[in-house]
């Protein structure tokens, strides 16, 4: 289904393109974010199934993950703060890990982003470990009712645990309560 949507997606994006200038300028937009954000979910489905076929193919190499991991936390501190929310971070240095780079950092783009958009309140980041056995963990608490916004596919932590499960060396472990959600 996700590669017969690619085509029209893609086709509907040129066409309002064209249509600048035809069209309110308002409504090119919102019709460009709304194309932009189906096309992800397109791309985030054609992911979580080619992983569940077991058709990734993964380039297993030396990833610092604690620079990584350093990256994106700035990236997403500077997100948060526009939300008045702050991300509490320990990053322990020089933890290098065999991995793909580009898969591995899909999973905790996808672990911040669930962290920032389904939470409330700051939002704890702890990289830790010895040798081989490395921890990421995000902690954050949770709203009594989801808002609108909340009210998404879930297709980011299925993005994980799909990418997570085509690499037997990681593990994916979550836990909701009633307060607060960890994700490690």
């Not at 194309?35 to 992983?51: F, Y």
């Not at 990256?71 to 933890?95: M, N, S």
């Amino acid at each position: 289904v996700a590669h017969e949507l690619r085509t029209p997606i893609t086709i509907l994006r040129h066409k309002v393109e064209q249509a600048q200038g035809k069209i309110d300028p308002d409504m090119a937009e919102d019709l460009q974010e709304e194309l932009l954000r189906l096309n992800h979910v397109v791309e985030q489905s054609l992911l979580i199934a080619k992983a569940g076929q077991g058709r990734l193919t993964w380039r297993s190499e030396p990833v610092d993950l604690s620079s990584l991991a350093g990256e994106l936390i700035k990236d997403f501190d500077l997100l948060a703060t526009a939300q008045e929310r702050k991300i509490q971070c320990h990053v322990e240095p020089g933890h290098v890990v065999e991995t793909d780079a580009k898969y591995c950092k899909q999973i905790l783009h996808a672990l911040l982003t669930n962290a920032l958009i389904h939470g409330r309140g700051d939002i704890r980041v702890r990289l830790f470990g010895r040798s081989r056995r490395v921890t990421f963990t995000t902690v954050n608490e949770v709203r009594s009712t989801p808002t609108a916004s909340e009210l998404t596919l879930g297709l980011g932590l299925r993005v994980v645990r799909a990418l997570v499960g085509q690499q037997p060396a990681l593990r994916f472990r979550q836990h909701h309560g009633s307060r607060h959600h960890a994700s490690c």
